[in-house]
Each structure stands twice: as structure tokens, then as C-alpha cells.
Nanobody
Framework: QVQLVESGGGSVQAGGSLNLSCAASGYSGSAYSMGWFRQVPGQEREGVAAVDSDGKITYAASVKGRFTISREDYRNTLFLQMNNLKPEDTAMYYC?????????????????????WGQGTQVTVSS
């Protein structure tokens, strides 16, 4: 079971940037696809970005062109570079890992199928 720990969240002004990191342990990099989700209180958790073990990447339409997901498997780390942040990006951001294709899970809107979740890191964007 992979363990995930997020970091890098914080409070920024609209238009600012943050870089989230997710450190994985108990992890076989080639066996997992990974992604970022976010959740606002009272709303459902939604997929933000995903990268599969074969390198396929998908983004939610709301973040495409502003966010970049990447992974460095040699040090078992996932990143989310967030640029031009908007108030609607305010949420708790969660790192996730799955043995199935995360790009497919996010495209279909399924959180079932995610094998591991991080504890979350808060991102707050003020106007």
C-alpha cells in the first residue's frame, strides 16, 4: 500500500503560483498511475490532473493551460505546478495513486478505484 504525503499548499493572491509536491513511500513507481484531486467543503471531490505510468497526462478543463502535472519516479515524487491561480481554485488538494489508469478514472469521474490518498494540502486563492 503506497503512502502519500502532500506539501506546498498555502495562501496566494489571484494570479499567483504554487507548486504542490507529493512524496510516496511503499511505492513501486512503474506499477502506479498518479493524480491530483481537489475538494471544496460541501462539494464532491473532483479530478484535477493525472499522469499514468506510461506517461499519459490529462487535465480537468478548468485547469488546462494553467496547471502542470509531473512525476519524478526516481525519487517517488509527484508535482503539481499551479500558475495563474484563481479564487475558484481554492480547495483541499489531494494526491492519489492507483494501479488502474488514473487518467481514465478522472475522465470518468470515479474516485472509486483510487488505491491510496494523501492527507490533503489546503490551497487558498484570494481576490
Amino acid at each position: 500500500q503506497v503512502q502519500l504525503v502532500e506539501s506546498g499548499g498555502g495562501s496566494v493572491q489571484a494570479g499567483g503560483s504554487l507548486n504542490l509536491s507529493c512524496a510516496a513511500s511503499g511505492y513501486s513507481g512503474s506499477a502506479y498511475s498518479m493524480g491530483w484531486f481537489r475538494q471544496v467543503p460541501g462539494q464532491e471531490r473532483e479530478g484535477v490532473a493525472a499522469v499514468d505510468s506510461d506517461g499519459k497526462i490529462t487535465y480537468a478543463a478548468s485547469v488546462k493551460g494553467r496547471f502542470t502535472i509531473s512525476r519524478e519516479d526516481y525519487r517517488n515524487t509527484l508535482f503539481l505546478q499551479m500558475n495563474n491561480l484563481k479564487p475558484e481554485d481554492t480547495a483541499m488538494y489531494y494526491c492519489a495513486a492507483a494501479k488502474s489508469r488514473m487518467t481514465t478514472l478522472q475522465t470518468l469521474g470515479f474516485t472509486t478505484g483510487v488505491d491510496s490518498w494523501g492527507q490533503g494540502t489546503q490551497v487558498t486563492v484570494s481576490s
